[in-house]
């Protein structure tokens, strides 16, 4: 699959270990009780690396969050470490024991301990015991390989149903310049939230400051415009380290060859959003809102956003109900600027499309049509305003009985 | 019930009606198919009556709310109409439509057009049919009584399992004033959205200027601090009519008659809200969160609001799981401003209470009693900062199979 206007080369079985120069494993030490549940996990850069980041807005924070901050305050880090089952969140003593783990993987393998990019997620409010990160570190250390993004991208998820990894590679100066990438789902782990974690790898040469800038704009557009239920976690945060093994001249500017990097970096990260969506607790389908013709980008956002994170229109994809007013009541309490009164909504899937509103009022539509758009398990609710030449697209899944299910149950 | 401080005397039994001079009626006049249904609902004054109302905020409104507006711009109305089955949103001619309901009342009753508060409630997107309203107008107007608030509180009802309404007494300079409501709740009509809707009568004699101040600052506390599901309708609205025959001296100002009538319209509103907040569709149990110690009072509703309002928190209240961290998660994505290291949170009911976070960190908490606090059918959620001196409540509903059911069936 191959992007025409950037030559981006999709890699939908890439990971973490397809660029240049990084080694990665996952392992069970022990902090979940399932025991063939992997819960550790590594990535490791052969040289050191840019870093770059960005973190939840919520402003109740996990612990490892302000340790990673530190860590890469200086634009640089070489390892990737992150535990499930336990999110280090709101318990005490978490910085210090986020500090721990980062000494613990420094004594294992070399490496500096403020090098590391720290990460946890699972259940927040419990101590975080280190014994099985002290006695697992060795072993995953051990474990390293050039062969272990799949192992690394199975030890951080927690109620995901698949694992979700790609890369690509993109030309930049003449050298095939490769970026991989990991996450795991805003699906919420039994018994408090979970979190959405984010690591990508880069043999692109690229300093770390145009690092931040591309990721940190990046986002507006991609892990910015999923929502599974609204609730953002205390733990979030997308990762990076580009360790320049491509060889291309760095990047230290805006410019063609940044260009191509942020294009590379968003077919990553707009897969792995996708992804995430379509693994939202309880979805039985992927739902994507894409507003078009708003009066600018921040406006198109909010407006898809606000359908995609709408109850009344998850629990009407759900029952392929083709509820479009419930689309033109989410716009409206959005809180963005929009005329009503010209506003299309259509619903799109493999099945066909079906214009079920013009100019804000009624189309009289075909009901056994629109049920068969709305029965795939891809949908697409297209607005169409008139009010300008901004547009933005946000993804989101289904509301379901499986999702009360998961997220009601007793903690057992 | 009395409140000590300000001498309200609470009427559960009470309704539109319970002030002097207030008729109403309802019946079925062939909006909706099921003939047992009531759908068209009137309420008269005897004299004319100073009148108010807010809206939703909502920027795609129902065109009722446009003639609404319009016809109270005034200060003035006499009379309240109201059409479920249908909202008359997005649909061709809706003002028109809405002006004709007026007029059809005006011709049947004697009344003038534009002194008519008028709403509709139903499905948004089909032409709203002046035909069954046309033919049931004579007829309910011939059923308007001293004692049809109960029929009236019938006919606004659509997803709503039990009707809503009071009143209550207050003394304001040696009269008695009465205060009567009636409401329907934010459960959400097949196949579309609904609306929330209240109707306040009282035989205060108040100025059209101090109703308004009264009702704007009261909703602030009362019905903007209720969640079902977070989807702000496009026909939300509250009205009152004061049409002045309790003999008070006309409250035009400020002071203690004017906080008197404040005090009883606040115990009807805060009745009505919760009454809504319970009967939310699929709910299983009111939830209550109050969150005391916060900067100042937007703060308190902000953090307060974004508790109730929690898929998350909703969902571990409908499986009785103290799940206090889904509860610190919220209030931290609210945006507002709170130390997080400094929160409390404890969970209560009628069987007890449970503290189980104390400036942050978890406590060690008997899940048995947890567990027997939350089955509870009326659950607090207590936020205890430390920030200031601002407080706020909120209400909602827990999160449950049937409100995917309800949300999710196919229209038929």
């Known amino acids: 699959m191959t992007d025409s206007n950037t030559a981006v080369t999709f890699l939908p079985d890439g990971n973490v270990c397809t660029p240049k120069g990084f080694r990665a494993s996952g392992i069970h030490c022990g902090l979940r009780r399932n025991k063939t549940k992997k819960d550790l996990a590594l990535i490791v850069s052969d040289v050191p690396a840019a870093a770059a980041a960005v973190y939840t807005l919520n402003a109740v924070k996990g612990a490892p969050i302000a340790v990673t901050k530190a860590n890469i305050a200086d634009g640089r880090a070489q390892a990737m470490l992150c535990n499930s089952g336990n999110a280090n969140t709101c318990a005490p003593n978490g910085e210090a024991i986020a500090r721990k783990m980062c000494m613990l993987l420094a004594e294992a393998s070399g490496l500096s301990a403020d090098d590391v990019i720290i990460a946890s997620t699972g259940v927040i409010g419990q101590p975080l015991p280190i014994e099985p990160i002290a006695t697992g570190m060795k072993p995953l250390v051990d474990a390293l390989s050039y062969e272990g993004g799949e192992d690394c991208a199975a030890a951080i998820m927690t109620t995901d149903l698949v694992a979700k990894h790609c890369a690509v590679t993109v030309d930049i100066g003449g050298k095939t310049v490769t970026v991989g990438g990991i996450a795991k789902g805003s699906g919420m782990i039994h ?39 609204g609730d953002t976690s205390t733990n979030d945060m997308l990762s990076v380290m580009a360790n320049g093994l491509a060889g291309n001249a760095e990047i230290t500017a805006a410019g063609a060859d940044f260009d191509a990097f942020a294009a590379a970096l968003h077919t990553v990260t707009s897969h792995l959003s996708r992804a995430i969506a379509r693994d939202g607790e309880g979805a039985t389908k992927l739902l994507t809102c894409t507003v078009t013709g708003a009066t600018d980008d921040a406006t198109a956002r909010v407006l898809a956003r606000s359908v995609i994170s709408s109850s009344l229109v998850k629990t009407a994809m759900f029952g392929s109900d083709a509820n479009w007013g419930r689309v033109l009541c989410a716009l409206g309490y959005s809180g963005a600027p929009f005329n009503p009164e010209a506003a299309d909504v259509s619903f799109a899937s493999s099945a066909g499309i079906v214009d079920v509103c013009s100019a804000g009022r009624a189309l009289d539509f075909s009901e056994e049509l629109a049920k068969k758009v709305l029965l795939e398990k891809e949908v697409s609710i297209i607005v169409t305003l008139h009010d300008g030449d901004a547009d933005a697209t946000a993804w989101g899944c289904d509301l379901s009985y499986e999702y009360v299910r998961i997220n009601g149950d007793y903690r057992s």
């Not at 018994?191 to 986002?219: G, H, R, Y």
């Open 191 to 229: 018994p408090n939230m979970a979190t959405m974690l984010v690591f990508i790898t880069t043999d692109a040469a690229i300093s770390s400051e145009m690092l931040q800038k591309a990721v940190s704009t990046d986002v507006q557009n991609t892990f910015n415009m999923i929502s599974v239920d």
